[in-house]
């Protein structure tokens, strides 16, 4: 059902950041209303192009004109009220407008500091307002933002270094304000599950120390944060146009900090209740910003140079071996995998090709995860960066002792759960994504089992195998107008990582490296091919080798 979503204060980082990511994921079926104090700007013209997107003119420090924004009511409200001495006052007429608008659900963007603040005098009445409003809530509580660092684009650039009062070892959370967009835009589409709560968002714990070596990585070259006096950090934000009171106000957020204080140092759980996925780490936020703080461009070299490609399952044997040998070819590899131990150890199996490897913890193991998953993968991009290729390493064979007869049908349900929908959940994910990048493709991973059962107990993967394949065919015929090309790779025997005899099923390898085999897939997505199910089989060494002359010669080594 298509639903009305407000937002006042659309103009501002936070807002903006929210309505595109509203209108990316629902603009095709929801009206969002941004509402602006300046409806002619050139925020307000950018906002506009974005589809399901109406601007109005909406100046909560004119409450009257605030009725235009909710013209045609509002199932959900987002009250973002920018940095103002009048701060409390600004809210309290846009909660009032929304109460008089019978709004049915209102999310309101808060901070997590101390009463005795002025931010918190500032926030702490916008709250209990929102409270005894008698509209259903939730609050949104905000980490001091890790795009803060924006401020410091000069210095970086100029001189390699980041100021501030805060101690470089003094451990602190953070927030990227595209993290609060996804969790802000879920919540104001989905609003019943979060009625009443009040959220904390934070990133992980880190240090600026720390952020100033993700920095370093992910522009080449060092970059040091330096610590300077309180009174000294005042007059430079005074100098770049800070007001007074708000230069203040971040001088007690970074006392807070430095002092330790629970409010500003300790990390929750609530973003990825919210959203299903982890928050930006400042490593990922250094990569995706890198281009604007002067990071020297990706070298394009080898076949697959300047392109990305997303390996799900990037951990497994195949999956690893798919993620080399893209590397090998000069792509920029997103390695997905459901646990940072295991990624780290592929960050070192790959070696000196790691620079163009990004990881992303993550899962599909539902439709809502899965989305999450796209939404991470996207963070973890430079700015402005597109997928070009994925390839869907995901899903087990079962073990079933029992025939089909003897076995609870929860069973085979359970086998395709667990092979056949990770990668429907897939598509659905990131082939919307694809249609519009040319040249991309979008393979999947099935196996010889979809044929013959060599082994007992494993009829069911037999049919999720099969049904695999029968998917390839469904997906090709969808989106045949389309420029992505989509197949499937059956592996008709067992890969093994160097220096293993067997896979994780115990089955002995019979078709050598997990290299070799990447370099298969490497081959069918060079190949051209779409809509195709390449039978890949030990025995047939000639469609192997093929293959592998489509991947053409590695143009780096680790």
């Given at each position: 059902m298509s639903k009305t979503i407000v937002i006042i204060g659309a103009s501002g980082n936070v807002g903006a950041a929210t309505v595109s990511e509203l209108s990316t994921r629902y603009g095709a079926t929801h009206r969002i209303v941004a509402g602006i104090r300046d409806a002619k700007s050139a925020k307000a013209q950018e906002l506009a192009k974005l589809p399901g997107v109406t601007v109005v003119g909406a100046d909560p420090g004119q409450p009257a004109t605030l009725t235009a924004a909710f013209a045609h009511g509002a199932d959900a409200v987002f009250v973002v009220v920018a940095s103002h001495i009048d701060r409390t006052k600004l809210a309290a007429a846009t909660i009032a407008a929304a109460k008089d608008a019978k709004a049915q659900h209102i999310v309101v963007v808060s901070l997590s500091l101390g009463e005795d603040t002025i931010f918190g005098r500032q926030f702490g009445p916008i709250e209990a307002k929102t409270?005894?409003?008698?509209?259903p809530y939730t609050i949104l509580r905000l980490a001091m933002f890790l795009?803060?660092?924006?401020?410091?684009?000069?210095?970086?650039i100029n001189q390699n270094a980041f100021y501030g009062s805060q101690r470089g070892d003094a451990r602190q959370v953070s927030i990227a304000v595209q993290d609060i967009a996804d969790a802000a835009s879920t919540i104001l589409v989905r609003p019943a599950a979060h009625v009443g709560k009040t959220y904390h968002l934070t990133s992980k714990v880190h240090t600026n120390d720390e952020t100033a070596a993700a920095l370093s990585k992910a522009l080449g070259r060092e970059i040091k944060y330096v610590s300077v006096p309180p009174e000294g950090s005042k007059q430079a934000l005074l100098g770049i146009g800070f007001p007074e009171w708000q230069v203040d106000g971040i001088n007690e957020f970074s006392?807070?900090?430095?002092?330790?204080?629970?409010?500003?140092?300790?990390a929750t759980d609530d973003f990825r209740k919210i959203t299903h996925r982890e928050p930006t780490t400042v490593e990922q936020w250094a990569r995706r910003v890198a281009p604007g703080f002067g990071a020297a461009p990706v070298e394009q070299k080898g076949k697959f140079g300047g392109q990305v490609v997303v390996v799900l399952g990037a951990t497994g044997a195949v999956g690893s071996g798919a993620v080399y040998s893209f590397l090998e070819r000069g792509a920029t590899v997103v390695a997905v995998g459901r646990e940072q131990k295991k990624l780290d150890a592929l960050v070192v199996e790959v070696g000196k090709l790691a620079p163009r490897l990004l990881t992303v913890v993550g899962d599909v193991g539902s439709e809502a995860q899965a989305l999450a998953l796209k939404s991470a993968v996207d963070l973890a991009l430079p700015a402005?960066?597109?997928i070009h290729h994925v390839v869907a390493s995901v899903g087990n064979a079962r073990i079933t002792p029992q025939g089909p007869v003897g076995t609870p049908l929860s069973e085979l349900v359970l086998s395709f759960e667990q092979g056949l929908y990770l990668n429907i959940y897939t598509a659905k994910a990131f082939l919307p994504a694809l249609q519009d990048v040319p040249s991309s493709s979008f393979t999947m991973l099935s196996g010889g089992l979809a044929y013959f059962c060599p082994y007992p107990g494993l009829w069911a993967g037999s049919i999720k195998n099969a049904a695999t394949n029968a998917l390839t065919l469904g997906l090709a015929s969808e989106f045949k107008d389309s420029g992505v090309r989509i197949n499937t790779v059956c592996l008709q025997y067992s890969v093994c990582r160097p220096g293993e005899s067997k896979n994780s099923l115990g089955m002995p390898s019979v078709g050598g490296s997990n290299r070799t085999f990447g370099t298969v897939i490497v081959g069918l997505v060079a190949s051209g091919?779409?809509?195709e199910v390449f039978n890949s089989t030990a025995s047939d060494e000639a469609q192997t080798v093929a293959l592998r002359a489509a991947a053409g010669e590695p143009t780096f080594t680790s």
């Open positions: 409270k005894a409003s008698g509209i795009d803060n660092i924006w401020v410091s684009r000069d210095s970086i006392k807070a900090i430095n002092d330790g204080s629970p409010s500003t140092t300790v402005g960066g597109k091919k779409r809509g």
